[in-house]
Nanobody, 117 residues
Framework: QVQLVESGGGLVQAGGSLRLSCAASGIPGRIGAMAWYRQVPEKARELVAQ???????NYSNSVKGRFTISRDNAKKSVYLEMNSLTPDDTAVYYC???????????WGEGTQVTVSS
C-alpha cells in the first residue's frame, strides 16, 4: 500500500519559516519527480515546487527565492524549506511523487500551513 506522509505544517507569523517533510512507502520501482502543491478553498491545486531525480528543480514565481525543495532518494523523502512566509502562503500543502517507470502519481493527505499577519 502506497503512503505519503507529510509533516511540518502549522501556524506561523508572517516573516517566519517552516520546513515540510514527506516520506513515502510502498511506491514500486524508482521514484521520479517529487513535488509540493498547495490548495486553498475554491481554488485549483497549484504546483509550488518540483525536483527531478537528478536534483534539478523549478518553482512557481510566487515562491521563487523564498522556498527551497530538496530530496533524499535513499529515504524516499522530499522536503520544502519555506522562508519569509506571508499570509498568501496559507494553504493545505500536498506532496506528490511520480513512479519513474509507470508515470503513476501518488499524493499525500496534505498538511495545513497557516501564516498570520
Amino acid at each position: 500500500q502506497v503512503q505519503l506522509v507529510e509533516s511540518g505544517g502549522g501556524l506561523v507569523q508572517a516573516g517566519g519559516s517552516l520546513r515540510l517533510s514527506c516520506a513515502a512507502s510502498g511506491i514500486p520501482g524508482r521514484i521520479g519527480a517529487m513535488a509540493w502543491y498547495r490548495q486553498v478553498p475554491e481554488k485549483a491545486r497549484e504546483l509550488v515546487a518540483q525536483i527531478e531525480i537528478g536534483g534539478s528543480s523549478n518553482y512557481s514565481n510566487s515562491v521563487k527565492g523564498r522556498f527551497t525543495i530538496s530530496r533524499d532518494n535513499a529515504k524516499k523523502s522530499v522536503y520544502l524549506e519555506m522562508n519569509s512566509l506571508t499570509p498568501d502562503d496559507t494553504a493545505v500543502y500536498y506532496c506528490s511523487m511520480k513512479n519513474d517507470w509507470s508515470g503513476a502519481r501518488y499524493w499525500g493527505e496534505g498538511t495545513q500551513v497557516t501564516v498570520s499577519s
